[in-house]
């Protein structure tokens, strides 16, 4: 089967390949668990960030989705909004306003355009049926973090009153600035915190990415023990190299995520890791399985 796999993804080529490959790979999985039963213990709501997968098509994606049992995809803009809902599934934390990761809250040059942007997206987002956007605090630019903090506190108080009106959530991510993203500026849980106190309300939180806080700071369970109040949204990846969560990595995944629960939190945990194995989804199935703890 691994020669024959191998030959076919030599040959494959274009859209039309790309498709085969997804309903092959979504085939596999439904055998495998027809052959041993996958049924997950419901304390964890799974996710899958879209672009880790961008190379399979989005209804593959959903199809394999709906028998890893996920129920969410996220990062995915408007227009692939209606192919979610095709496959009953919602994403937990979608993507479509901002400026991109650079450009963010903490520079009010920005801060008008990023307002029109996220108010005509906010009530898009809530008329979808999802309840939370994601959003970004730009770099620093030779910004002080203190100045950074009030600027987006500034500009993310101007949003607020779309939010609750539609009772839609401004996560911003927590971001590394040591390896991924040099310069960011939201790159420590407490800064975060300290600029949702800032913004005073309950429609802004923060994106604890479990792989990026793991190399700013570490300390990732008493963190989210200390912090969880300001948290709305997790994300998995392997460190270092945010591949697969199996042994490969030092985190151990079980135990964070029995913490997670052990705040009361009733969100969503997507996975956000960039398989290495050439059957992805087979990695992406195993993540959830890790993660899928009583």
Same mark, same amino acid.
């Given at each position: 089967? @691994?020669?024959?796999?191998?030959?076919?993804?030599?040959?494959?080529?274009?859209?039309?390949?790309?498709?085969?490959?997804?309903?092959?790979?979504?085939?596999?999985?439904?055998?495998?668990?027809?052959?041993?039963?996958?049924?997950?213990?419901?304390?964890?709501?799974?996710?899958?960030?879209?672009?880790?997968?961008?190379?399979?098509?989005?209804?593959?994606?959903?199809?394999?989705?709906?028998?890893?049992?996920?129920?969410?995809?996220?990062?995915?803009?408007?227009?692939?909004?209606? @192919?979610?809902?095709?496959?009953?599934?919602?994403?937990?934390?979608?993507?479509?306003?901002?400026?991109?990761?650079?450009?963010?809250?903490?520079?009010?040059?920005?801060?008008?355009?990023?307002?029109?942007? !996220?108010?005509?997206?906010?009530?898009?987002?809530?008329?979808?049926?999802?309840?939370? +956007? +994601?959003?970004?605090?730009?770099?620093?630019?030779?910004?002080?973090?203190? @100045?950074?903090?009030?600027?987006?506190?500034?500009?993310?108080?101007?949003?607020?009153?779309?939010?609750?009106?539609?009772?839609? @959530?401004?996560?911003?991510?927590?971001?590394?600035?040591?390896?991924?993203?040099k310069d960011y500026m939201c790159d420590?849980?407490?800064?975060? &915190?300290?600029?949702?106190?800032?913004?005073?309300?309950?429609?802004f939180k923060l994106l604890y990415d479990?792989?990026?806080?793991?190399?700013?700071?570490?300390?990732? +369970?008493?963190?989210?023990?200390? !912090?969880?109040?300001?948290?709305?949204? !997790?994300?998995?990846?392997?460190?270092?190299?945010?591949?697969? +969560?199996?042994?490969?990595?030092?985190?151990?995944?079980? &135990?964070?995520?029995?913490?997670?629960?052990?705040?009361?939190?009733?969100?969503?945990?997507?996975?956000?890791?960039?398989?290495?194995?050439?059957?992805?989804?087979?990695?992406?199935?195993?993540?959830?399985?890790?993660?899928?703890?009583?």
């Open positions: 089967m @691994t020669n024959l796999r191998r030959s076919f993804l030599k040959k494959a080529a274009g859209t039309a390949a790309m498709a085969t490959l997804g309903n092959s790979l979504v085939n596999r999985l439904e055998a495998a668990d027809s052959a041993m039963g996958s049924k997950l213990k419901g304390k964890i709501n799974h996710s899958v960030c879209r672009w880790c997968y961008d190379k399979i098509p989005l209804e593959d994606l959903c199809k394999a989705a709906n028998k890893i049992g996920l129920t969410s995809i996220e990062l995915v803009g408007p227009g692939e909004w209606p @192919t979610l809902k095709k496959y009953g599934l919602t994403s937990a934390l979608p993507q479509g306003a901002g400026m991109g990761i650079d450009k963010g809250f903490n520079n009010p040059q920005y801060h008008d355009a990023l307002i029109k942007s !996220y108010e005509e997206v906010i009530p898009q987002v809530a008329a979808a049926g999802f309840n939370q +956007i +994601i959003c970004f605090s730009g770099n620093r630019k030779g910004m002080d973090d203190e @100045t950074g903090m009030k600027n987006c506190a500034t500009g993310l108080k101007r949003l607020m009153s779309t939010a609750e009106k539609h009772n839609v @959530t401004l996560v911003m991510e927590l971001l590394n600035s040591k390896v991924n993203h420590h849980t407490a800064w975060g &915190a300290s600029l949702a106190d800032m913004v005073g309300s309950d429609k479990i792989y990026h806080m793991q190399i700013m700071e570490g300390d990732v +369970i008493a963190t989210i023990r200390k !912090y969880n109040k300001y948290i709305s949204h !997790y994300h998995t990846g392997g460190v270092p190299g945010r591949n697969e +969560i199996d042994e490969t990595q030092e985190l151990y995944y079980p &135990a964070i995520m029995k913490a997670i629960l052990e705040t009361g939190y009733k969100g969503f945990v997507a996975q956000e890791f960039i398989p290495k194995r050439e059957d992805k989804l087979a990695s992406l199935k195993q993540g959830v399985q890790i993660c899928d703890v009583a």
